[in-house]
């Protein structure tokens, strides 16, 4: 039986940490408090899941450190993490945690001299109540865009099963203890390509500084081809990373956010594959600090798991054009009630693939001819028509495909950056 005196605890710790995450900042200098602040790197919680490579997401952590580097695309003079707990079944303790200019990529090091504590309402650690998020104090941190930014937390208890995000491209690494304060990466002898817990890494500066800043962030909103899938590990070749260095060369650097999910929907859940677009766009996306436009490419799933023999999502529904249209226009819907400029995207190819069938073809064409034709979107990506084989256009360019017919390759992704007119932005 529990104490009363254990009840009144758990009791108070847990307010105090759901008034942190509702609260965040609000501790923070006067300074602090008026700055503006920005996202520089996103990525989109997910329920623990097997997945698509082995992860630790299922069994969680035991007073273990996790290290995790991330690139951002915007720059400032102090950082701030936020940390999601959104599909934990208890409460998480996160007892400390860093933040670090990385020393190398593929390596757990950071940089000498850049490793800062983070403090959560002036404490070294907090709690995070289940189902719920929250945003670090202010750390002093100078990065530049195109930085990577390495991000350490030591989880003292047990967490069971981690929110996490299935497919990163990038390592993450693991070790027993408490090494939240080490430079080297000796101690970090496991690895994963998944992130645990981090959903955010966002950048601030002097009021001056960042006003002009305020609400140009560009976020990449879709599934497994936003998400990155089958490009290089470690070396940031994602579509988003292309746009945000083709951004920086035109003269025009803007953070752009990454909130793809591997195997996602526009119009039904699934256990590996996120909540569906409308139930997670707020979070995700029109949320996310100083974000003036989303970017939407999303429904090859909804047309194609109904096509392959892959069990991965089964019963799938056979979805129509309609059913799709009426999917993005609630997206569209939620977008203009923020003020967000929102940008339509149309379907890559799929001929050749593990999506492909004449149902998924059709729908697929009559989807495209509305993004391009209806208007309902603020402006629109052509990247059916950038990626396609000008000897077969139901299927991706050889050049650009990454062996799947599904997936772009690197210099697929590549291509899908140059396919965006800037203005549209």
């Given at each position: 039986?529990?104490?009363?005196?254990?009840?009144?605890?758990?009791?108070?710790?847990?307010?105090?940490?759901?008034?942190?995450?509702?609260?965040?900042?609000?501790?923070?200098?006067?300074?602090?408090?008026?700055?503006?602040?920005?996202?520089?790197?996103?990525?989109?919680?997910?329920?623990?899941?097997?997945?698509?490579?082995?992860?630790?997401?299922?069994?969680?952590?035991?007073?273990?450190?996790?290290?995790?580097?991330?690139?951002?695309?915007?720059?400032?003079?102090?950082?701030?993490?936020?940390?999601?707990?959104?599909?934990?079944?208890?409460?998480?303790?996160?007892?400390?945690?860093?933040?670090?200019?990385?020393?190398?990529?593929?390596?757990?090091?950071?940089?000498?001299?850049?490793?800062?504590?983070?403090?959560?309402?002036?404490?070294?650690?907090?709690?995070i109540p289940a189902?719920?998020?929250?945003?670090?104090?202010?750390?002093?941190?100078?990065?530049?865009?195109?930085?990577?930014?390495?991000?350490?937390?030591?989880?003292?208890?047990?967490?069971g099963p981690a929110?996490?995000?299935?497919?990163?491209?990038?390592?993450?690494?693991?070790?027993?203890?408490?090494?939240?304060?080490?430079?080297?990466?000796?101690?970090?002898?496991?690895?994963?390509?998944?992130?645990?817990?981090?959903?955010?890494?966002?950048?601030?500066?002097?009021?001056?500084?960042?006003?002009?800043?305020?609400?140009?962030?560009?976020?990449?909103?879709?599934?497994?081809?936003?998400?990155?899938?089958?490009?290089?590990?470690?070396?940031?070749?994602?579509?988003?990373?292309?746009?945000?260095?083709?951004?920086?060369?035109?003269?025009?650097?803007?953070?752009?956010?990454?909130?793809?999910?591997?195997?996602?929907?526009?119009?039904?859940?699934?256990?590996?594959?996120?909540?569906?677009?409308?139930?997670?766009?707020?979070?995700?996306?029109?949320?996310?600090?100083?974000?003036?436009?989303?970017?939407?490419?999303?429904?090859?799933?909804?047309?194609?798991?109904?096509?392959?023999?892959?069990?991965?999502?089964?019963?799938?529904?056979?979805?129509?054009?309609?059913?799709?249209?009426?999917?993005?226009?609630?997206?569209?819907?939620?977008?203009?009630?923020?003020?967000?400029?929102?940008?339509?995207?149309?379907?890559?190819?799929?001929?050749?693939?593990?999506?492909?069938?004449?149902?998924?073809?059709?729908?697929?064409?009559?989807f495209n001819d509305?993004?391009?034709?209806?208007?309902?979107?603020?402006?629109?990506?052509?990247?059916?028509?950038?990626?396609?084989?000008?000897?077969?256009?139901?299927?991706?360019?050889?050049?650009?495909?990454?062996?799947?017919?599904?997936?772009?390759?690197?210099?697929?992704?590549?291509?899908?950056?140059?396919?965006?007119?800037?203005?549209?932005?």
């Amino acid at each position: 039986m529990i104490s009363r005196t254990r009840t009144a605890f758990v009791a108070t710790a847990t307010a105090t940490a759901v008034a942190l995450a509702l609260t965040a900042g609000a501790q923070a200098s006067p300074a602090e408090r008026h700055a503006s602040w920005t996202a520089a790197w996103a990525s989109a919680p997910q329920r623990p899941s097997t997945g698509f490579k082995p992860n630790w997401s299922e069994a969680g952590f035991d007073d273990q450190t996790l290290r995790q580097v991330v690139r951002v695309t915007e720059g400032g003079d102090r950082a701030r993490i936020r940390l999601s707990n959104a599909y934990g079944s208890s409460p998480l303790r996160i007892e400390s945690a860093t933040i670090a200019r990385t020393k190398e990529k593929g390596s757990a090091s950071v940089e000498k001299g850049s490793l800062t504590p983070l403090t959560f309402g002036g404490k070294r650690g907090v709690t995070i109540p289940a189902q719920r998020q929250l945003v670090s104090d202010a750390g002093k941190l100078d990065l530049q865009p195109f930085e990577s930014v390495t991000v350490t937390l030591h989880l003292s208890g047990t967490t069971g099963p981690a929110t996490f995000h299935a497919q990163s491209f990038a390592t993450s690494y693991r070790a027993d203890g408490d090494h939240t304060a080490d430079t080297g990466g000796r101690a970090f002898g496991e690895s994963t390509e998944s992130w645990y817990y981090l959903s955010g890494v966002d950048v601030g500066g002097s009021p001056a500084a960042r006003t002009a800043k305020k609400r140009d962030g560009v976020v990449l909103f879709g599934d497994s081809i936003t998400d990155g899938f089958a490009s290089s590990t470690d070396r940031d070749r994602r579509w988003s990373d292309a746009l945000a260095e083709r951004l920086e060369k035109a003269g025009e650097p803007r953070p752009v956010l990454n909130s793809g999910i591997g195997g996602n929907m526009v119009l039904n859940d699934s256990a590996w594959y996120g909540e569906k677009s409308a139930n997670r766009f707020a979070r995700d996306a029109l949320d996310l600090p100083g974000v003036g436009t989303v970017v939407v490419l999303e429904g090859l799933n909804d047309i194609g798991y109904s096509e392959t023999d892959k069990p991965t999502y089964k019963p799938a529904p056979v979805v129509s054009a309609r059913e799709l249209i009426n999917g993005h226009t609630e997206l569209i819907r939620k977008a203009r009630a923020k003020g967000v400029r929102i940008v339509g995207a149309t379907l890559l190819p799929l001929g050749g693939s593990d999506h492909y069938g004449k149902h998924a073809a059709a729908v697929s064409d009559e989807f495209n001819d509305w993004v391009r034709t209806s208007g309902e979107y603020d402006a629109y990506v052509d990247f059916d028509k950038a990626l396609a084989d000008p000897r077969d256009p139901e299927r991706i360019a050889p050049a650009y495909d990454s062996g799947d017919h599904l997936h772009p390759n690197d210099a697929g992704y590549r291509a899908m950056a140059r396919a965006v007119d800037l203005e549209t932005l």
